[in-house]
């Protein structure tokens, strides 16, 4: 993972997670694609949603109260 650049790998995780979104309605829409292929979708949005999350916690730094 580049760290350089965090905030441009976020946009290009949360780009790539809303093609996912748009993939995964179109199919289920309309009617093509096996099931296998869209949970295989499902979960890479998923992981992309998790790193995205690691992403934005590596941001923030933990403050004890």
Known sequence: MNDDHPTARLELLRAEHRQ????IAARLEG????MIEIARLKKRKLRLKDE??????????DIIA
């Not at 996912?20 to 993939?23: I, P």
């Not at 995205?52 to 730094?61: H, K, S």
């Open 31 to 34: 009617g093509e694609g096996d």
């Open 52 to 61: 995205i999350q690691l992403l934005l916690d590596r941001a923030v730094p």
């Open 20 to 23: 996912l979104d748009s993939e």
